[in-house]
């Protein structure tokens, strides 16, 4: 079955760099694209960078110029750069598939920006 694991996220202080990865396995994950999301306290889930599976991306405003997603089809893994990092990217970072009705997610992991 589709299985999705996220790891690297921590608590780091207002400028500071994180690199999520999240593991995929039990699909051809050089097939699909990726995507990475995230939801804060209080509020609805967003995108915030997706890779095609020909390795096209594209960025919330938000976070373009800041977020660097990419994927090695080799690890079965998509990866999340995040530089200058602000409180307000506070939130739980998800991962996603566009497998199934609903797509696939993994459990998450948080990321907390706090001096």
């Known amino acids: 079955q589709v299985q999705l694991v996220e790891s690297g996220g921590g608590l780091v202080q207002p400028g500071g760099s994180l690199r999520l990865s999240c593991a995929a396995s039990?699909?051809?994950?050089?097939?699909?694209?990726m995507n990475w999301y995230r939801q804060a306290p209080g509020k609805e889930r967003e995108l915030v960078a997706a890779i095609t599976s020909t390795g096209g991306r594209s960025y919330a405003d938000s976070v373009k110029g800041r977020f660097t997603i990419s994927r090695d089809n080799g690890k079965s893994t998509v990866y999340l750069q995040m530089n200058r990092l602000k409180p307000g990217d506070t939130a739980v970072y998800y991962c996603?598939?566009?497998?199934?009705?609903?797509?696939?997610w993994g459990q998450g992991t948080q990321v907390t920006v706090s001096s």
């Open positions: 996603k598939a566009p497998i199934g009705l609903f797509g696939s």
């Open positions: 039990g699909f051809t994950f050089s097939s699909y694209a």
